[in-house]
């Protein structure tokens, strides 16, 4: 019987511990506000932008939000962006992604101060996380670090599989583990002999945007496995890339979907905007 990690639980635990430093830093004369910004109206991201709010309403800092039209110009978001950079009171700027395709990403996030960059995405917070600076690590990677060691789960010396290179998980994952001692291999689409490869992993991180990819023909017996995959199957119930009943049993310790790595996502972002009250 795998231990099944607890996200939600532990991302409570971030939370109220949070809580209490945002008490800390009110009484030293430190608040601050995240700027959350959105394009369009797309649901998914609606709800993302309500959790933020909630989230940022339950820890005690403030939360400012633009709800601007699809039509927006590039350069009117580019506009407000500047003008949040230098707002004293906003310490996070959060531009909720993907944006409107006449919008270009990378112009977007570059032009946030890395010192306001909670999400982590700015090259500047890339690089910084790279060769082990102070800068925002990406959140949900960050958070995936929080859920092995908050579950005493060793990784040291251990052989770590990811699956997935994206800019958001992947590749911020593969850096993290290594950070933390891991041996680390990523593997992609393009990866021959994926089932061996990630069979030899101690832990398998899977961000493959495949629902119910990985089945037990890639799990080590005693693996702990790692699902940051979303999906509706179709019962329109939710589920990750990872085939839960037929893993849990080989491996040592799992997370489900949902209640495993998505709450720990808003529990670090939060953790970030905490950092930059207090680094002010
Ligand atoms: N869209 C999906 N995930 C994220 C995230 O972590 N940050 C932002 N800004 N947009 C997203």
């Not at 933020?52 to 962006?81: D, F, M, R, V």
């Not at 500047?82 to 531009?95: R, S």
């Not at 800068?135 to 092995?148: D, N």
């Not at 990985?214 to 080590?220: E, M, T």
Request: net charge neutral; proline share 5%; aromatic share 2%.
């Amino acid at each position: 019987m795998a231990l099944i990690i607890d996200g939600k639980k532990i991302s409570q635990q971030i939370k109220d511990e949070l809580k209490e430093k945002v008490a800390e830093l009110k009484a030293n004369g430190k608040t601050g506000a995240l700027a959350v910004i959105q394009v369009g109206t797309d649901p998914a991201s609606s709800v993302y932008v309500r959790n933020k709010k909630n989230a940022c309403a339950y820890i005690g800092i403030g939360s400012l939000a633009y709800e601007l039209p699809e039509e927006t110009k590039e350069e009117e978001l580019l506009q407000l962006i500047a003008e949040l950079n230098t707002k004293e009171e906003v310490k996070g700027i959060l531009v909720q992604l993907p944006l409107p395709k006449h919008i270009c990403e990378d112009k977007i996030i570059q032009s946030i101060s890395p010192k306001k960059d909670v999400d982590g995405f700015h090259p500047q917070s890339v690089g910084a996380m790279t060769i082990g600076q102070k800068g925002f690590v990406s959140c949900t990677p960050a958070g995936i670090i929080q859920l092995l060691k908050r579950s005493r789960i060793e990784i040291t010396g251990k052989n770590c599989v990811v699956i997935g290179r994206s800019n958001i998980v992947g590749k911020p994952m593969a850096l993290l583990m290594l950070r933390e001692n891991a041996t680390v291999t990523i593997t992609h689409s393009k990866t021959k002999n994926l089932p061996e490869i990630c069979k030899q992993a101690d832990i398998l991180i899977v961000a493959i945007g495949k629902p119910q990819f990985i089945g037990s023909a890639y799990v080590k017996e005693g693996a702990v496995v790692i699902d940051v995959g979303i999906h509706r199957d179709e019962n329109n119930k939710l589920c990750g890339d990872v085939k839960f009943d037929e893993v849990e049993p080989i491996a040592s310790a799992i997370t489900p979907v949902p209640g495993g790595v998505g709450p720990m996502t808003i529990a670090m972002l939060m953790n970030n905007c905490v950092q930059s009250i207090e680094d002010k």
